[in-house]
């Protein structure tokens, strides 16, 4: 090879290594270093710095350096917490000291001779004076003499206070109030539309509705409530006052309940008010948890028999006594049924039966039926001693006389009950009026059959109801089950879902031939059958004041 060609071949070489580079890298230990590489490229002249790889591994930890010297004792801590006190040492043997003293009359001298024993372990107590008087040094107690005989006995106590309550023979307890907080629009009437203004208004004034607060009551389950309407006027004309009204299907609301007020006439808000209408109630029913139960008085009894006289051309009336209940005070809320003493089972029979509707007749051949009346809920002028009943047909059935009342021998059934203080109990035993309730032996007599009686609430199923006529319903129900064999009262409601509201004659009842069960019927002035009553889950609900 010639020199000119080892000169280009050696030129070429390095233009094929191209130039180099420094590159920044690190070792093993992660030092940085720098390296020289090649760039592949003959157009690259410029240096350039490379990409940093990745970190090394950790080294290894070196080992411990030597100990140091100790350093200088710090300061002292604060004292502690003292301890607690250790037990008591044991205790030393009893000082002993006895004296006797004798009385030696020895030459007109009296000598007194003591003796004191020391305990050993005492000695140190040697340098007392123990010449004072044995008067300022008390001995060890004497043994405890026998048992002496037994006084007489002394004289007997009052009785023992009671917590009074009055509950049924179930454990439901009572549980009352009242409102006047009535008010009336055609929104009661669900089943028809009124757009007539003047329809309107005269609907209004016969339909009052009233939400009753029962909440104090703190009942749980399915109560019986019960309701009458007291009032210095025009509470005759309604019919519907003590129907209840389901809060849901087949269920009443323990804490809260409505009742509708129907009239056969227009009763305006102005009136109800001045005549001071109060709704009154009472309900029996579990609470949820043990409580004080409140305190009422209840006396029940019966009116005379057929001594209903008459008032005017629409209506009979009969002042109730009730002064064998014995209240001093108070404003007693009285509840009604109204019943005979002469009627059986027969439906369509001789027309002795107050409660029987003569539905097949004509209208003026049903005088004697007591479910057509109404006005038996409603109380006029009470006291704690007497109140008032007026009685008339409902709309389109004939009148009734006195002479109705004494040949079928109507009667009112009647329990008051009567808030009371804790005053008024303050000496209050068991059975009445702090446990149970009076019965007066009944027809109008005064005097008490007993003080201790006792109730019985229960409700009907919805089955049962019987077609009686074009306009009512019928259906017995067995209260048997009360047991009550020498007297009973008995008041009776109806509850369902509506139209419950617009039947009457729940509240009047007539004994059948098969002891134990009596008969309801029903007005519902045809709009509403036998089967419709099962539907709408109308239930009588009954409570039974007997002995």
């Known amino acids: 090879m010639s020199e000119n060609e080892g000169i280009e071949a050696s030129q070429e070489l390095k233009a094929s290594r191209g130039p180099k580079v420094l590159m920044e890298t690190r070792d093993r230990t992660g030092r940085p270093a720098t390296r020289c590489v090649v760039c592949p490229s003959a157009s690259v ?22 100990r140091g ?46 003796t004191v024993e020391i305990g050993a372990r005492l000695a140190h107590l040697a340098h007392l004076d123990l010449r004072e008087p044995m008067e300022h040094r008390s001995g060890t107690r004497g043994q405890d003499g026998q048992t002496g005989p037994r ?39 669900p089943h028809r539309l009124v757009l007539d203004y003047e329809k309107i208004i005269g609907s209004s004034a016969r339909e ?34 003590t129907n209840i009204v389901n809060s849901n299907k087949d269920s009443v609301d323990p804490q809260r309940f409505r009742v509708y007020l129907r009239t056969i006439i227009p009763v305006y808000d102005v009136t109800s008010r001045s005549r001071n209408w109060q709704l009154r109630w009472c309900g029996y029913g579990f609470p949820k948890a043990h409580k004080k ?7 029940c009894g019966s009116s005379s028999a057929g001594k209903f006289k008459n008032l005017d051309s629409q209506f009979i009336f009969q002042d109730v006594d009730t002064s064998g209940c014995g209240w001093s005070g108070g404003n007693p809320s009285y509840f009604t049924s109204l019943t005979d003493t002469s009627c059986g089972d027969d439906l369509r029979g001789s027309g002795k039966c107050a409660a029987k509707v003569l539905s097949e007749r004509t209208l003026k051949d049903t005088s004697d039926a007591v479910s057509q009346l109404i006005g038996a809920q409603s109380i006029y002028d009470s006291s704690n001693s007497k109140f008032n009943v007026l009685l008339r047909p409902q709309m389109g059935f004939q009148q009734v006389r006195d002479s109705n009342a004494k040949a079928n021998n109507w009667q009112i059934n009647w329990c008051g009950v009567n808030e ?50 074009s306009q009512f319903v019928s ?67 009954y409570c039974v004041y007997g002995a």
């Open 420 to 469: 009371m203080s804790e005053e008024d109990m303050r000496d209050a035993g068991a059975g009445f009026p702090c446990t149970a309730p009076r019965l007066l032996k009944g027809n109008g007599d005064q005097e008490v059959y007993t003080n201790n009686g006792q109730v019985c609430c229960d409700v009907s199923s919805p089955s049962g109801w019987k077609p009686a006529g």
């Open 69 to 114: 010297p100790e350093g200088d004792l710090g300061r002292d801590g604060d004292p502690g917490v003292p301890g607690k006190p250790g037990a008591p040492g044991e205790e030393g043997e009893a000082y002993r000291t006895s004296a006797l003293c004798m009385a030696d009359r020895r030459d007109d001298k009296v000598q007194d001779r003591v």
């Open 293 to 299: 139960p409140y305190m009422y008085s209840v006396c």
């Open 475 to 541: 259906k017995v129900v067995d209260i048997g089950v009360c047991g009550f064999k020498k007297i009973h009262y008995v008041i009776t409601n109806l509850r369902g879902d509506e139209p419950v509201d617009r039947t009457s004659g729940a509240g009047m009842w007539s004994s059948t031939t098969e002891d134990g069960k009596i008969r309801l019927y029903i007005w519902t002035g045809g709009k509403y059958k036998f089967y419709d009553a099962r539907k709408y889950h109308w239930r009588v609900q």
């Open 45 to 66: 002249t410029r240096f350039a710095k490379g990409e940093r790889g990745p970190p090394g591994l950790p080294g290894r930890m070196g080992r411990e350096g030597e």
């Open 151 to 189: 006084g007489p006995p002394g004289p007997p106590g009052k009785n023992g206070r009671s917590i009074c309550g009055i509950e049924s023979s179930l454990g439901k307890d009572l549980c009352c109030g009242s409102t006047n907080a009535f008010k009336m629009g055609t929104e009661l009437n």
């Open 208 to 241: 009052y509705y009233v939400d009753i607060d029962a909440s104090k009551c703190d009942f749980q389950g399915q109560p019986q409530f019960f309701t009458t309407l007291h009032g210095a006027g025009y509470g005759a004309y309604a019919y519907s006052q």
